[in-house]
């Protein structure tokens, strides 16, 4: 069956460090990959897209790198700041009943403590 | 320019009850979705529609229905209410479902009685 995995546990680490989150799918061929962030009791906010070709998107702080071959996605947050506590959403587009469809995973919560 | 507004915010039903979530943007996107959340899990789609007139199924449509009569409004209707159906549902526009982010509205939190 169709799969995203992201890590259930939430993920702690200290201020001014790199924080790296794991997005992982299966039985997916998507064409490009998006990333999200969401606040407590807030609608997701969309941050990132990544296609297919591009292994690797940069915007400020955030880099996001596409790895079809092992079907996974890394999301990185330099020079983390409390602000960037939120849960991350990975979202894989794909195409399924003549449409592109966002699917989404679980999403993992980060913690940045000063 | 409002982005995507959803009413209302809060809802307690009774099972058997019907109801509508309210969904309307102002940004003349063509793709307009709903997703419910559930704890532990990812958002799931319920019902998605590529431009006014054209609908279809998600993930989970069982229970609810759609309807598309203008770009700007995507209501979701609840046909009778289980407590199955008790989440936050999120509804979302893109300007097309190709290469472009989603815009997501607040929430609806919904509880079944």
């Known amino acids: 069956s169709q799969k995203i995995e992201q890590n259930s546990e939430a993920l702690n680490i200290q201020e001014g460090k790199t924080a790296t989150l794991t997005c992982n799918y299966t039985?997916?061929?998507?064409?490009?990959l998006q990333w999200y962030r969401q606040d407590p009791g807030r609608g997701p906010v969309f941050l990132l897209l990544?296609?297919?070709?591009?292994k690797e998107k940069r915007k400020e702080r955030l880099k996001v790198t596409f790895d079809t071959t092992l079907k996974q996605s890394l999301f990185h947050i330099t020079a983390s700041q409390p602000a960037d506590s939120a849960t991350y959403l990975c979202?894989?587009?794909?195409?399924?009943?003549?449409?592109?469809?966002?699917?989404f995973g679980a999403g993992t919560r980060l913690a940045v403590h000063p | 320019n409002a982005g995507v507004t959803q009413t209302p915010k809060f809802q307690v039903l009774k099972t058997g009850q019907s109801m509508t979530l309210q969904c309307a943007q102002d940004?003349?996107?063509?793709?307009m979705s709903w997703y419910r959340q559930d704890p532990g899990m990812g958002l799931r789609l319920i019902h998605y529609?590529?431009?006014?007139?054209?609908?279809d199924q998600g993930e989970v449509p069982n229970g609810y229905n759609v309807s598309r009569s203008t770009t700007e409004d995507f209501p979701l209707r609840l046909l009778s209410a289980a407590p199955s159906q008790t989440s936050v549902y999120f509804c979302?526009?893109?300007?097309?479902?190709?290469?472009?982010?989603?815009?997501f509205g607040s929430g609806t939190r919904l509880t079944v009685v």
């Open positions: 979302a526009s893109s300007y097309s479902n190709i290469n472009y982010g989603y815009t």
């Open positions: 039985n997916y061929s998507p064409a490009y």
């Open positions: 990544i296609r297919e070709n591009e």
């Open positions: 979202a894989p587009k794909i195409f399924s009943g003549g449409y592109n469809k966002l699917i």
């Open positions: 940004m003349n996107h063509e793709y």
């Open positions: 529609s590529v431009g006014a007139g054209i609908t």
